[in-house]
């Protein structure tokens, strides 16, 4: 009987260790997710201030076009807002 008892720990441990094992792999896949949408997060960060760089290039040279401004003053503005 003891031996059949200690067979039984035995098996528990194992079992314990096994879900220990798959909640560690289970932990470093969801940190590599989140490093993947951490990436993600600052490219989308960077695409935001681009687009809003460009819309204010857009909005400064429609106010220089609709003011009588040449094409040439649209040009400069570009410069200073890219």
């Known amino acids: 009987m003891t031996t059949a008892a200690g067979l039984a ?12 094992t798959q ?22 960060g960077n695409l935001l201030d681009r687009l809003n760089t460009l819309a204010t290039e857009i ?7 609709r003011s009588g401004g040449t094409h040439h003053d649209a040009g400069r503005i570009r410069q200073h807002t890219s």
Do not use: F
């Open 9 to 20: 720990v035995a098996n528990g441990l194992r079992d314990s260790q096994a879900v220990l």
């Open 23 to 44: 909640g560690v792999r289970n932990i470093n896949d969801a940190q590599a997710q989140l490093q993947t949408i951490d990436g993600a997060m600052s490219n989308i």
């Open 59 to 65: 909005r400064l040279v429609h106010l220089y076009r």
